[in-house]
């Protein structure tokens, strides 16, 4: 299979808006958490993900 710089940059773009998506998920996660340590820890990791989501090359996002 032939290396695509195209193909590659959309491969990334995908990853940065699946990430995205899954940050969102979890913070909305964070509202609706009985407990307050539960809501924090998710919070952390939807920031972690959206960090991570940013700075992925070529997404478009960072």
């Known amino acids: 299979m032939a290396w695509s710089e195209q193909g590659w940059m959309q491969r990334l773009r995908r990853q940065a808006e699946a990430l995205s998506r899954s940050a969102d998920r979890l913070d909305a996660a ?11 820890v998710l919070r952390r990791a939807a920031f972690a993900l959206a960090d991570r989501a940013e700075s992925i090359p070529y997404a478009g996002m960072g």
């Open 30 to 40: 964070s509202l609706t958490a009985a407990d307050p340590f539960e809501a924090h």
